[in-house]
Structure formats: C-alpha cells, structure tokens
C-alpha cells in the first residue's frame, strides 16, 4: 500500500492530488443532498433525472472546445480560474438558498448547469497536465492514485452524507441544503489553494501556430483522433465500457428488492464490495508496468462479461458477492491501456484527446441509464446482467480481431514489470 502513494514524493503532483482529492469528497458529498434536495422538493423521480440530464449537457457540448483550449494556454492557469469560477457558482447558490424559505428549483438547475460547464474545462486540463508533473515511468502511478481516490471519495461522502448531515438535517432541516453547499464551495477554494503551488503546463506546440483558432485546433484534433488506431479503439472501448456499466446500480437495487429481501446494508454492501475492490485492484496496479497493455484492457472487458453472467444466475447472495467482487477487478484493468494512450500521445494533442474520451463517456452513461430501466422493466434483473455481461464479452472479442491493437507494446520501463 505504501508504494502507491510513493508518486506524493513529486510536490507538483502532490499538490494537484491534495487539492482535487478536497474537491472530489465536497462534490460527491454535495451530489448525494443535491439529488436528496430535488427529490424532496419536486417529489418527481423525472425531475432527478432531469437535472442529471442537465449536467451532462455541457460534456456533450463543450468538451471539443475545452480540449483544444487545453491545447492553448497553461492548464495550471484553467484549472485555477475552473476552481474559482465553481467556488463562486456554490457562493451565489448560497446565498440565495440563506436568503429564502425554500430553495428554488430553477436555481438548482442553473448552478448544476454551470458547474458542470465549469468542469468541463477543468477536466482535459487536469488529464493533460499529469503526464508534465511526474516522470514518464511513473505516470500509471499517478493515475492509479487519482483513481483511486476518485473511486473511494464517493464512499466516504456517502457515509457522512448518511450521517452527520442527516442528523443534521432532522435538527436543522433549513441548514441542511445550505451546509452541504457551503462546504462544496469551500473545497474549491482550497483545491485552488493547492493548484495555485503547481508549475505553469504550457502545452508544447512548436508544431502549431500560436493564432490557430480554439475551433480549427478542434477540427484538428479530430482528424488526428480518426488517424490514429490506437485512439479510435480506445473511444469505442471507452464508449462500450461505460454503457453497459452505466445501469448498474439500477439493476443493484432491482436485484437487492427481488432477491436480497430489499434491505438498505445488503444493497450498501453490495456497492461498498464492488467498489472496495475497485480500490484494491487501482493500487495494486499503480507501480506495475504489462508490456502489452491492449491485452489487459480486454482481459478485463471479458472478466467484466463472464462474471456479470454469472450474476444473473446467482441468487444467492454470497454467490453473488463474490461474483461482484471478481467484477470489480475488470474496470480498473483499462488503465494501463488508458496510462499508454495518455503518455504517448503528443502534448500538443493531450488535452484535446483525453477530452473526447470524456465527452464518449458522458454520453454513454445518461443514454444506458435511461435505456437501462426500460430494458430491465422488460426482461427482469437476470436478463439485464446477461444482456450487460454480453455487451462486455462481445465488446473484448471484437478488440480481439481489430487489426494491430492486441500486439500494440508498451516498452516503457516502470518500477516493477508484468
């Protein structure tokens, strides 16, 4: 375990790491009571849905641009103004939600709207800069750790969003929302603390000239995409992993109801296991290099199929854990194939590529989520694990067979070799 965090010993990247891992547990713990918030105030499932919707437009819209300006100025610089410019969204929410009796819904709407424009800038900027901050034999390391944390951040603001803010909502109801808020807004501002300490990322574009427009740079980076073997199988990749895994948790509480007896810790369990190995598997990964990362990444993709097929099959519930466990270890096995990409990828390009591998995944979650409680309501929790355990077997054979991508090496030294 301590060799995971080994990678803090770079301070650019440390402090990049602090301020993010500060942002990410106020968002996630913000994202529960927001969509707590709108359930209770609209009492309409399609108004959660709804405002889901509304965060991920921008993605949709936004992420060409945002990588090509990525591509364009420091990406020290946009992450800094994105922490500010999200600090001050959370600020006017506030003191609207301070200065009236209930918080008004179009209010909600509009700074989940503008954070998630804001985010989409910070994003690229932040994948692109990684591979400046730390060597290029260490980068895996760097980006196991950021998953990781991503990963465990979401369990630990649901665990105090459970229980400390709940309590506090019983005593406080009225400071309840407004709590939540302001301490998202707080980590903004001390994420930015922290990025502000990291070095000027100016992207190295002596290739390019410096009066190219943002949209040409898109175009650009677009065709470079098409060109490149190795970038299309990975968006489609990206693409298919993130559908089928996009209705997860909507078959988790269908199974936890029908077959577990709809009790709320077998259903915690459940997502605390599969995303507690997720965790375990991310570090382990962090300081090993696989010289044929390609073939990792799909190894993972047919494991994901096999034991999702299993699932559905597995009524009883240890079984099933256990299914679930093994399932946790497929989707941190993209990144290697993900680390490769990133690294090898002209730093000219890198914000501009990480950005549409972003805007792929943002659509396919909403599209299968919704997708997803229309197909379960007609062939029932078992057919829906077959139907996402095929979706992820059939999508690793196809890789199989795709001309070149399966012998693609990484020769790249790392600390321990696999």
């Known amino acids: 375990m301590k060799q995971s965090f080994r990678i803090l010993e770079f301070r650019p990247f440390r402090d990049l790491w602090l301020g993010q891992t500060v942002s990410q547990f106020g968002d996630s713990l913000y994202f529960f009571v927001f969509l707590f918030m709108i359930d209770r105030l609209t009492k309409d499932p399609m108004m959660v849905g709804l405002v889901m919707a509304v965060q991920a437009l921008p993605m949709l819209l936004l992420s060409p641009y945002a990588g090509s300006l990525a591509d364009r100025m420091d990406r020290r610089l946009l992450m800094l103004r994105s922490d500010l410019a999200s600090f001050v969204v959370m600020a006017g929410l506030a003191v609207t939600v301070a200065t009236v009796p209930q918080p008004p819904i179009a209010a909600i709407f509009v700074s989940a709207a503008l954070l998630s424009v804001v985010n989409v800038f910070f994003l690229p900027a932040k994948s692109a800069a990684i591979p400046r901050l730390v060597p290029p034999d260490r980068l895996q390391e760097a980006n196991a750790l950021s998953q990781a944390t991503q990963t465990l951040m979401p369990l630990i603001g649901l665990g105090l969003s459970a229980g400390v803010l709940t309590g506090l909502d019983r005593i406080f109801p009225n400071f309840f929302f407004l709590s939540a808020i302001v301490i998202n807004g707080l980590t903004f501002l001390v994420s930015a603390c922290f990025i502000s300490r990291v070095p000027a990322v100016v992207p190295e574009r002596d290739e390019h000239s410096p009066h190219d427009s943002t949209w040409r740079m898109t175009l650009e980076g677009l065709r470079y995409a098409k060109k490149s073997l190795l970038i299309r199988t990975v968006t489609i990749l990206s693409f298919s992993l993130n559908f089928f895994i996009g209705p997860f948790m909507l078959v988790y509480v269908a199974v936890n109801r029908e077959w577990f007896g709809g009790e709320f810790w077998t259903l915690a369990v459940v997502e605390a296991s599969f995303a507690g190995m997720m965790l375990a598997t991310t570090l382990w990964l962090g300081p090993r290099h696989f010289r044929h990362p390609t073939q ?102 196809w890789a199989v067979f795709v001309p070149g991508f399966w012998r693609i090496e990484d020769n790249e030294p790392s600390s321990v070799a696999v």
Do not use: K
């Not at 990444?297 to 009883?316: P, R």
């Not at 854990?321 to 390009?349: H, K, W």
């Not at 379960?376 to 095929?390: D, H, K, Q, Y």
């Open 296 to 397: 990792i990444a799909i190894l993972g993709l047919v494991q994901l199929g096999v034991f999702l097929g299993l699932m559905g099959v597995s009524t009883h519930f240890y079984i099933f854990m256990l299914c679930n466990l093994l399932c946790g270890i497929g989707v941190p096995l993209q990144i290697p194939m993900s680390t490769f990409l990133q690294r090898t990828t002209p730093d000219a390009m890198r914000g501009r590529v990480m950005s549409l591998l972003a805007m792929v995944s943002s659509l396919a979650i909403p599209v299968s989520t919704a997708l997803g409680g229309w197909v379960l309501a007609e062939i029932g929790a078992a057919g829906m694990f077959w139907v996402m355990g095929a979706g992820f077997l059939l999508t690793g054979i």
